[in-house]
């Protein structure tokens, strides 16, 4: 397989070299936005996957068609990955795209536009837990050792993707640069219904009662976990050792729970604390 061992470095984060080249990355630091683009933009493990079927859901109204036959990154293909320009459908309509971006690498791009964006995230001591996960699972991150090995790394952002910290406030930083959306993985398990009611408004699409029936169905986790088009079944062992576990793990809030030993979780809040201070957040997981 291509560049499995290759890490890229740009803007001075680590990625995946099996999926960007210095190009691609230059491809999506300038891509000229269309007013009518809807960016899905998110760290690692923050509910993207969910949130794009959600977004298929909300905008087939309700149809289950295009979710169960076309695989999500044909649906809402990732910018800055090597096969994006091929990927894009070039229609005249809404394009739905995805990023792991940072703020200050794509939000100049976006400004340029009136592109809608929505951004997911979540709790970050489950995302730390589920990117350890999926890290034994990808072929193209590196082994992370033990799992208090990487959440040294993950806290002092030298994880693949860059700092979790540095991303949440550069993107939260952008509510008067753009016309964005913030939504929490804890608010979809919360109330999925009212999620997508207030995504659609924002998206100017309200969904109608059966549309949101239709969704709440087609995207629980046991639904999304069977439907080979979003539970990245289609990708080779090469790429994706299936025998180490489900991308679609385990889909629940407060898994860190089961993973962090009290120390771990006291110097998480110590650091947590140090890095979002009153970012504003107004914190919606409980991290303690
Ligand atoms: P876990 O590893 O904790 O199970 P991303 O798509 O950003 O990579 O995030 C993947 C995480 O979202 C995984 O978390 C996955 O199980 C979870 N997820 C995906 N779809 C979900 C759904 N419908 N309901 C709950 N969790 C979901």
């Known amino acids: 397989m291509d560049r499995m061992e290759v890490t890229e470095t740009f803007a001075g984060i680590s990625l995946p070299g099996h999926l ?3 190009e691609s990355l230059h491809f999506a630091a300038t891509f000229p936005f269309r007013d009518s683009d809807v960016v899905i933009a998110t760290y690692p493990k923050s509910g993207t996957t969910w949130m794009q ?4 859901l909300l905008y087939s109204n309700g149809d289950v068609l295009p979710a169960r036959t076309i695989p999500n990154w044909v649906r809402a293909p990732w910018l800055e990955q090597i096969y994006f320009k091929d990927t894009l459908q070039d229609t005249a309509g809404h394009r739905l795209i995805t990023s792991h971006l940072p ?8 400004q340029q536009s009136k592109a809608k964006v929505i951004y997911v995230s979540r709790n970050p001591k489950d995302v730390a837990v589920s990117f350890y996960h999926f890290h034994r699972l990808a072929k ?7 799992f208090d090995a990487f959440l040294v790394q993950f806290l002092e952002g030298r994880v693949q993707y860059g700092s979790w910290f540095d991303h949440v406030k550069g993107w939260l930083g952008q509510r008067q640069a753009l016309d964005i959306i913030y939504i929490t993985y804890e608010e979809l398990h919360q109330d999925l219904r009212g999620a997508a009611e207030r995504l659609g408004a924002f998206l100017g699409c309200p969904p109608a009662p059966e549309t949101l029936g239709s969704l709440e ?25 299936h025998s180490q576990g ?37 914190a919606p997981w409980p991290v303690a």
């Not at 703020?103 to 976006?110: S, T």
């Not at 193209?140 to 033990?146: A, E, K, N, Q, W």
């Not at 385990?250 to 771990?264: E, I, L, M, N, Y």
């Open 20 to 22: 960007h080249t210095k």
């Open 217 to 241: 169905q087609h995207c629980s986790f046991a639904a999304m976990r069977d439907n080979a088009m979003a539970n990245y079944s289609l990708i080779p062992c090469e790429i994706m050792d």
């Open 246 to 282: 489900c991308f679609m793990r385990k889909g629940v809030v407060g898994d860190w729970r089961d993973h962090f030993s009290p120390q771990q979780s006291a110097r998480f809040d110590r650091v947590y604390q140090q890095e979002m201070g009153d970012a504003g957040l107004g």
């Open 53 to 56: 079927e959600i977004l298929t």
């Open 140 to 146: 193209f991150l590196p082994d992370p050792g033990s």
């Open 103 to 110: 703020a200050r690498v794509l939000a100049p791009a976006l």
